[in-house]
C-alpha cells in the first residue's frame, strides 16, 4: 500500500459531486481513495501526512486555463519553472500555456519541449495550448493534428485574432475531428485600429487611443455564427463587454457549444484605472466600463461565462515603464487570482460553489483534462484555502519573474495554504504567517 495523504477538519466543496460540508479526504496513490465523515477512521496504516484544514476550504485543484509562460523564447520575462512556482503558490494544481513562444507552438517539437520542460519541473500540471496557425499569422493552419498527438489540450492564436473567417472555419471544422477547442481572442482589429484603451470618456480625457466594445463583440458574433455552421466547439477568451455576454448567453441558450472565460482584472478593475497613464492597466482587451464590469459578474452568476482565467502574462519591466502607447499589455495574475475572486463573495449574491465551479470543474470540461472533481478515483489534485487570511499583494515578492500588476499594496483575503498535485503537497504555507513574504515554501517539503 502506497503513502497515504489525509486532510482533516476542512469543508469540502466540491461542485462536480454536489458536496458542500465538513468532511475529511484521503488520498492515496495519487488519487483520491475516500471521502469520510468528520473524525472518521483513517486507513491504520501508511499516513505519510495529516494535513489540519480547520476553518479551511478544501476544493478540486484550481485549473487555470489561460497563461503565457513565455518559454522557449522569452525567458527573460518567464521560465516554465518561475511560471509554475507561481501557479502553485495561488493554488492552481494545473495550467494551460498558450502558443505564442518563440518559436512558436505551432508544431510537435515545441509541444513535446513545453511538456518535456514542465515535467522536470514537478510541479503544477502544464497543459500546452496549440496554435491555430502557422507562426501565429492568421494564413495556414498549424500542424493541429501532430499537436495533438504530442499533447496539446486546445488550440488558440490568443494574442492575435483570427481576422480571415475563412481560416476560423476551417480551424472549428478540423480541431473537432480531435475533439479540441478553438479559443478565441475576439478582437476586430479593423475597427479596433491603433486603440490601447477602451474607447470612451476616460480615453477623451486621456487623449489615448480607444477600442470600442464592437471590436470585440464583431468578431464573437461572426464566430458565432460560424460554429452554428460548423460544429466544433468554441471557448471564447477573456470576455471584457456587456454586450459579449448577451451574445454568449444567447448562443447558450439556443444550444451552441460554446464556452466562455473572464479574467480577474475585467471583473475588479475599469477603464479608470488607466489614469495617470498607468501601464499596469493597459490590457487586451481593454479595462471597461462599470456597467461592464456588472454585466461580467452577472455572466458568471448565471453560467453565461463559465470559467475564470488569469491570462497571466508577464513582461518585464522595460515593457511596462514606458509611454502608455508603448507598453506592452497585459498584467501577471497567478498570484493574485484566487483572493480577487474571493472578493465577489463580498461584492456580489455569487457564492463559493459557483467560483469553485469557474475555476477548477468547468476548465476542466472545456479542456477535456482530469480534475475539477473530488470524487473517489478522481486526480488527487487539491487546494487548501484558509479564507479569511488577510495580506497585502506586494509584487516584490511574487515568485513570477515579473511583477507588472496594478493591485500592489491592495489588501486582500483568501490564501491557498496547500496545493496538491497527484497527492504530493508541491506549496504550502506557514500557518501562522500574515504575510505573504513569511508564508510561502516552494516544492514538495513539509
Not at 515535467?119 to 493534428?145: D, F, K, M, N
Not at 499583494?393 to 493591485?407: C, G, K, M
Request: charged share 20%; with cysteine.
Amino acid at each position: 500500500m502506497s503513502a497515504v495523504l489525509v486532510i482533516r477538519g476542512g469543508t469540502l466543496i466540491d461542485p462536480a459531486n454536489g458536496v458542500h460540508g465538513p468532511h475529511d479526504l484521503v488520498i492515496s496513490d495519487g488519487v483520491v481513495a475516500q471521502v469520510l465523515d468528520p473524525g472518521a477512521p483513517a486507513p491504520a496504516a501508511d499516513v505519510a501526512e495529516t494535513i489540519d484544514a480547520t476553518g479551511a476550504w478544501v476544493v478540486p485543484g484550481l485549473i487555470d486555463m489561460h497563461v503565457h509562460l513565455r518559454e522557449p523564447g522569452y525567458e527573460y520575462k518567464e521560465t516554465i519553472e518561475t511560471g509554475s512556482r507561481a501557479a502553485v503558490a495561488g493554488g492552481f494544481a494545473a495550467v494551460a500555456c498558450m502558443a505564442n513562444t518563440n518559436p512558436v507552438n505551432d508544431n510537435a517539437a515545441v509541444t513535446e519541449f513545453i511538456r518535456e520542460r514542465a515535467a522536470a519541473c514537478g510541479l503544477t500540471r502544464v497543459y500546452p495550448i496549440g496554435a491555430v496557425s502557422r507562426g501565429l499569422g492568421g494564413e495556414q493552419l498549424a500542424e493541429i493534428g501532430e499537436m495533438h498527438a504530442a499533447g496539446i489540450v486546445g488550440v488558440s492564436d490568443d494574442g492575435m485574432p483570427i481576422m480571415d473567417g475563412g481560416l476560423m472555419r476551417r480551424a472549428l471544422e478540423y480541431a473537432a475531428m480531435f475533439d479540441l477547442p478553438v479559443i478565441v481572442h475576439e478582437q476586430d482589429d479593423c475597427i479596433a485600429g491603433e486603440g490601447v484603451m477602451h474607447e470612451g470618456s476616460i480615453s477623451m480625457r486621456l487623449g489615448l487611443r480607444g477600442v470600442p466594445a464592437a471590436a470585440e463583440e464583431a468578431m464573437i458574433a461572426r464566430d458565432l455564427a460560424l460554429l452554428a455552421r460548423t460544429g466544433g466547439r468554441l471557448h471564447v477568451a477573456h470576455i471584457s463587454t456587456a454586450g459579449a455576454v448577451d451574445l454568449i448567453r444567447h448562443a447558450k441558450r439556443r444550444g451552441l457549444p460554446v464556452t466562455a472565460e473572464v479574467t480577474p482584472h475585467h471583473f475588479t478593475l475599469t477603464d479608470e484605472s488607466v489614469d495617470g497613464y498607468n501601464t499596469n492597466a493597459k490590457m487586451n482587451p481593454p479595462l471597461r466600463t462599470r456597467a461592464d464590469v456588472d454585466a461580467v459578474r452577472a455572466g458568471i452568476a448565471d453560467g453565461s461565462i463559465d470559467v475564470i482565467a488569469t491570462d497571466h502574462a508577464p513582461h518585464h519591466r522595460d515593457e511596462k515603464d514606458v509611454e502608455f502607447d508603448r507598453a506592452a499589455n497585459g498584467i501577471v495574475g497567478l498570484e493574485t487570482a484566487l483572493p480577487l475572486t474571493l472578493r465577489l463573495l463580498d461584492e456580489t449574491a455569487i457564492g463559493i460553489e459557483t467560483l469553485v465551479r469557474a475555476m477548477s470543474t468547468n476548465p476542466a470540461h472545456v479542456l477535456g483534462v482530469p480534475g475539477g472533481s473530488l470524487g473517489v478515483g478522481s486526480p488527487g489534485d487539491v487546494t487548501v484555502i484558509d479564507p479569511a487570511r488577510r495580506w497585502v499583494i506586494d509584487p516584490a515578492r511574487f515568485l513570477s519573474r515579473s511583477r507588472n500588476t496594478p493591485f500592489g499594496g491592495l489588501t486582500v483575503r483568501g490564501v491557498a495554504t496547500h496545493t496538491i498535485v497527484g497527492g504530493r503537497v508541491v506549496w504550502r504555507t506557514m500557518p501562522e504567517a500574515l504575510s505573504r513574504s513569511a508564508a510561502v515554501r516552494p516544492g514538495g517539503a513539509a
